[in-house]
């Protein structure tokens, strides 16, 4: 009995009319019938035949009713014998209960609408019985027609009995939880408006759980999804919805920005307790799906949340105890991928003693559900997993690595376990770089507690959204500022030379390998010739030379400037660790597989020091890899195909440890010609006893120590910032802006000679200006750009050119003996051209691109050979060399020849190791010239290569000098 006198005041007067009298009430069948005079049943025969013949009378009137259905319903009042209850308490009796049904005049005030202004007369027990009959057989054919209805819309289905079945209880509990839902709105709905979601009472975790803070959640998040609009006024997630649906999918992704734009108490507890605040969200989606698409339960029984745009970026190395049980957003590369499984979801238990189903039970990745004892027979077991009613869900285990560019050095990259359900299956696999936000949990690991002896917990991440990156690199990113920049850069005409000039700035001279490496690292266009044979993009590269030479530090260097790279040695690497391997899963127990170097640096460069270390057998094992860009495994019942999609900077050393001019490149390092055909670029570095050069290079290598002492960069760096001044107020002055110049990258000053002899190969007679190295974070950033935006197209091609090129090498490699030449040198001259024209940013491939591709396949060709044949080489194929090539360029070429032979010769002759100056003879130099069919001798003697490198002419002696001071 409620003890608020309004509200019984409020419901007692509700039934009563307008005079005060009190309306009869309507019994129920298996209501006590009252023991008054006027409802005691008729005892004379002549009475019982007059009442048969009224009912009979009644029902020949009643036209909505047919008799048969009457008489079903006549069945049923056999079973309604009233019957009378033993006399209660009287309530009525109680002088306080009177008192509270006395009237108040402040206190009795009612609707009019609510109060029943007719009048009714008192009901006979036929007349009461006949209303209740009306009102039964109404309620019966709606539930009749809801049934029939419900089953034709099944059968227009054409699907089995057992799914229609499920189904339409599917349907009826729908409609029946929304009807309550709408009520319960309707009734908390005051209840959640004074409902102070901020006062959080007790643990966050907890309280969510609790009804009045999820309902509160619930209705906020329903708001979310239904009015969070754009820019133009539009429902985001209205169309998100529409989209999903049309596709059939089972996840919505929910931007956690938009979410916090609108609630940013839903934010923050998303990320403190995610399990609790998506079990939530869940739910909603799935009515705010339901209530747009009545009929999507029958293609999914639920709806995943996904969230997106997480701000908080985690490393898999930085991940503590704090992070347990939050929402984390980690990235790296997938190394490994088991199979799918089925995972318990909601299991029932059969009892193999009574035969009782027991369940369902949800599962959950905290515990395993275990019976103690059956409710039934009060058994302890045994009991058996009912597989045809258990609900099962798929499941999928993959290893996730730290990004190779993101170690940090000397440390080993980091490992961890993501757990994929549902839709997530199979949306990565080995060798892609993904970016996961999910659940950082905790697991019990029997084996990690027997091996260190006290309880430690294994620790995973549960994904709840799961993104691949198309050019897989996180590493980098691009502002609008970054993009402008670039392409100015790219409007440059001499941005090849800028590029090959800020390539590896801190190793001095190797030219050839650094524009071959600047080839490299930009890279061709793969193709795929009706959609069945691919060609590939990537360009290898193998550098073959003594020791010391800056192998190894060209390959550290490509490690770092490429926007994804890995390194490896010949030594440290097997066959199975440059691709791929077959291991037993230590918890499954089945055989996974496992990517490897060449695997991790897909759509990326992989750097192999020690190449001729490595077993001819593992050596093999990369053949696919570097022509296919395929990986191809079978063991273990494992038949895949993984993507290898990288270009192999390799470095080895020759068999006797320095490189032997008398013998040909085959002869000098033990790789096969198959190995060898692969390679686009071949280079040879030697190390060479010149005075000159060695020089040069002692005082790169000091001035390179001095430079960079922390106490002489600051200065430095001052000096660049006024130089830089100097630049923007003096245009004119550039002589002194030039020798003032400095590399960004390692902040040291170069000298003039240093400057010429990296420029010697790039410079022309137009240059007023020193050309400035790229610093090594913006070429970075358009290495990248070019990589991914820049697709050049062969347009206009010299093929008569390249053919008789091709056949002319053919016949000199068969007879020389030295490296053979096939088609896919070809190729790799495509290849070459196509970089040049990305390092430009040209769509098209002109014919200044196929020039220098030219030279570098000639350059690498020729160093391949015998010294005997090499200059040979050099005269017979100089059309090609010295093809749209600058005079000039050539006679300083054919200056510095004759310069390093008077230095060997003066070194011979008169045991004078550094001379201060060379003379040479102005009529030699012109009859080498005309050899070489070169004959503009004056201007050249007026151009910057003759000026700037200290050569002088003195007209009287008709000779050249160079000095060396």
């Not at 020949?60 to 319903?73: G, L, N, R, T, V």
């Not at 050979?865 to 006679?891: H, I, P």
């Amino acid at each position: 009995m409620s003890n608020n006198p309004k509200k019984r005041r409020t419901n007692q007067k509700k039934k009563t009319t307008s005079t005060g009298s009190t309306q009869t009430p309507i019994f129920g069948i298996n209501s006590p019938i009252p023991t008054s005079p006027q409802f005691t049943k008729p005892k004379t025969q002549k009475n019982q035949i007059e009442n048969e013949n009224k009912k009979k009378e009644e029902k020949q009137e009643e036209k909505p009713f047919s008799e048969e259905e009457y008489d079903e319903f006549d069945e049923l009042d056999e079973y309604n014998t009233p019957v009378i209850e033993e006399e209660g308490e009287d309530l009525f009796g109680d002088e306080t209960l009177q008192k509270d049904y006395e009237y108040i005049a402040e206190l009795d005030v009612y609707d009019p609408e609510m109060i029943d202004q007719n009048k009714y007369e008192q009901m006979s027990f036929g007349e009461r019985r006949k209303a209740e009959k009306s009102l039964m057989l109404r309620d019966y054919r709606n539930r009749h027609n809801t049934k029939v209805k419900n089953i034709q819309n099944e059968q227009g289905t054409n699907l089995p009995r057992s799914m229609v079945t499920k189904r339409s209880i599917q349907t009826s509990k729908l409609k029946k939880a929304k009807e309550i839902l709408e009520e319960d709105e309707e009734d908390d709905e005051e209840e959640l408006e004074e409902f102070n979601l901020e006062d959080v009472k007790g643990p966050l975790k907890l309280w969510i759980k609790t009804n009045g803070p999820k309902m509160e959640i619930a209705r906020r998040y329903r708001n979310f999804l239904t009015s969070f609009v754009d820019k133009r006024g539009n429902s985001v997630y209205a169309e998100k919805i529409k989209l999903m649906c049309s596709e059939n999918q089972q996840s919505l992704e929910v931007s956690f920005t938009d979410l916090s734009l609108f609630g940013l108490l839903l934010a923050m507890w998303l990320a403190d307790a995610p399990t609790e605040m998506l079990e939530i969200f869940k739910e909603t989606t799935y009515q705010v799906v339901l209530e747009m698409f009545q009929d999507y339960h029958e293609i999914h029984s639920e709806i995943f949340v996904r969230i997106i745009d997480f701000p908080v970026p985690d490393t898999l190395r930085g991940l503590r105890q704090v992070h347990l049980n939050t929402l984390i957003k980690v990235s790296g590369v997938v190394t490994r991928r088991t199979s799918v499984f089925p995972q318990l979801k909601l299991v029932k238990f059969d009892c193999l003693t009574c035969g009782a189903t027991l369940g369902p039970f949800a599962q959950n990745n905290q515990k395993e559900i275990k019976i103690d004892s059956c409710p039934f027979c009060s058994k302890r077991g045994p009991f058996r997993v009912n597989t045809e009613e258990t609900v099962y869900q798929n499941y999928q285990k993959i290893t996730l690595q730290e990004s190779p560019g993101t170690v940090p050095a000397g440390r080993l990259p980091r490992t961890k376990d993501i757990i994929l359900l549902a839709d997530l299956i199979d949306i990565a696999k080995p060798g892609e770089e993904i970016e996961i936000t999910g659940i950082y949990r905790n697991n019990f690991d029997l084996s990690l507690n027997t091996k260190n002896g006290f309880p430690v917990f294994a620790t995973i991440i549960e994904a709840n959204y799961v993104s691949k990156s198309q050019n897989s690199v996180k590493s980098i990113t691009l502002t609008n500022e970054d993009i402008n920049i670039i392409r100015e850069l790219g409007e440059d005409p001499h941005i090849s030379e800028r590029i090959f000039l800020s390539i590896a700035p801190s190793i001095y001279g190797h030219e050839t390998l650094k524009i071959g490496l600047a080839m490299t690292l930009f890279g061709g266009n793969p193709k795929n010739i009706g959609q069945k044979h691919k060609i590939r993009g990537d360009i290898n590269m193998l550098l073959l030379g003594d020791p010391s030479t800056s192998k190894s530090q060209l390959l550290k260097y490509a490690e770092k400037i490429a926007p994804r790279a890995v390194y490896t040695t010949g030594k440290g690497a097997t066959g199975v660790g440059l691709t791929a391997s077959v291991r037993r899963d230590p918890i499954t127990r089945e055989w996974t597989l496992e990517g490897g170097a060449l695997v991790l640096a897909d759509r990326g460069i992989c750097c192999i020091d020690e190449f001729d270390k490595m077993n001819e057998k593992d050596r093999v094992s990369i053949h696919e890899t570097m022509e296919q860009q395929t990986i191809s495994i079978s063991k273990a019942g494992i038949v895949t195909t993984l993507q290898a999609r990288c270009s192999v900077i390799a470095a080895a050393n020759p068999i006797k440890g320095r490189y032997d001019l008398g013998l040909t490149f085959k002869q000098n390092v033990e790789l096969s010609d198959p190995i060898l055909s692969r390679f686009d670029i071949l280079c040879v570095v030697r190390d060479v006893v010149d005075p000159i050069i060695d020089t040069r290079l002692a005082n790169f290598v000091i001035s390179s120590h001095m430079n960079n002492h922390p106490l002489k960069k600051q200065s430095l760096q001052d000096e660049q910032q006024q130089q830089e001044e100097n630049e923007m107020n003096m245009e004119e002055n550039t002589d002194s802006i030039e020798s003032s110049s400095m590399y960004s990258e390692n902040s040291f000053k170069k000298s003039n000679d240093e400057e010429n002899l990296l420029l010697d190969n790039y410079q022309n007679d137009e240059f007023k200006k020193k050309l400035k190295p790229i610093p090594q974070d913006m070429l970075r950033k358009y290495i990248y750009y070019a990589r991914n935006n820049i697709r050049p197209r062969l347009s206009q091609m010299d093929n008569e050119r390249i053919t008789k090129l091709y056949t002319q090498l053919r016949k000199e490699s068969s007879v020389g003996g030295s490296m053979p030449i096939t088609t896919r040198h070809v190729e790799s001259l495509i290849r070459m051209a196509e970089s040049h024209a990305k390092m430009h940013l040209r769509t098209e491939v002109r014919d200044d691109d196929i020039n220098a591709a030219i030279r570098i396949l000639l350059e690498t060709f020729i160093s391949t050979q015998k010294f005997s044949v090499m200059n040979q080489l050099r005269k017979r194929l100089r059309k090609y060399l010295n093809y749209k090539r600058d005079n000039d360029e050539l006679l300083y070429y054919l200056l510095q020849t004759l310069v390093k032979e008077s230095v060997d010769y003066l070194r011979i002759k008169d045991a004078i190791e550094n001379p201060e100056k060379v003379e040479i003879s102005t009529k030699e130099f012109r009859s080498r010239a005309r050899e070489l069919n070169l004959f503009e001798i004056p201007s050249f003697f007026k151009s910057n290569y003759f000026i700037k490198n200290n050569f002088s002419l003195e007209k009287g002696k008709k000779i050249i000098v160079k000095s060396f001071k």
